[in-house]
């Protein structure tokens, strides 16, 4: 068996603002070009540089937090608040990816009007919008996110604004997250802790369903008679 890669450490923030339309959030558009999620619409963020880790004298949490309000700021040129960053769970890698990350999702709201200014290299477009319709464009294939962002947006849609999503993330318990990406007979799906086929990789094996299929486009979650032992990744 080939040594699995290790997970670099990154980081990324969950931008919020109300508008009269309803809670909005940011994504960006990496460079078509990128190795890793070119092409995908993604949240703010990148990897936990040495300066970081020094700084927070080892805490990779508090490491993580400088890091992802950085990255914000270079890639789109808006800096939350570290005191108001709310972490909604912590995401790593699949073992069978070439390169790998363990990256921390944080939430913060933003309460300043200033103008998104992209970096031009790595992020190629950048929109505010609803999460719901952010989920409905994903669901009609116009869209691409990966599962990590499509659960995140799930999390976050039936929150009515920025203030009861935040105090939302608050009470909840942050997930811990490691996928295991299976191609089976052509249809992709990523599986989660509790799924029948999570521990041979093998998604058609019979039982519980806790994973993301990818229909079409778009990603679909399944939790379907999963142990209590393993909880929903979304409010059941």
Known sequence: MSEVPE???ASTVVLLRDTPAGMETLLLKRNQ??????GFWVFPGGSIDEQEKDACDGDMEAAARLAAAREAEEECGLRPRLDEMVKLSQWTTPEAEPRRFKTWFYAAPLHSDEEVIIDGGEIHDAMWIRVRDALEQHAAGELGI????YITLRSL???????AA???ARE???????PVFTLTNGEVAVLFRGDAG???SDSDL????HRAELQGESWQYRYEDVGENFPSLLPL
């Open 206 to 209: 019979e039982g519980a369903r």
């Open 157 to 163: 849609v039936d929150f009515d604004n920025v203030d």
């Open 198 to 200: 999570y521990d041979e």
């Open 7 to 9: 997970a670099r450490p």
């Open 33 to 38: 070009a990128l190795m890793f999620a070119g």
């Open 166 to 168: 935040i105090a939302g």
């Open 146 to 149: 990966l599962p990590p962002t």
């Open 172 to 178: 909840a318990t942050p997930l811990e997250v490691l």
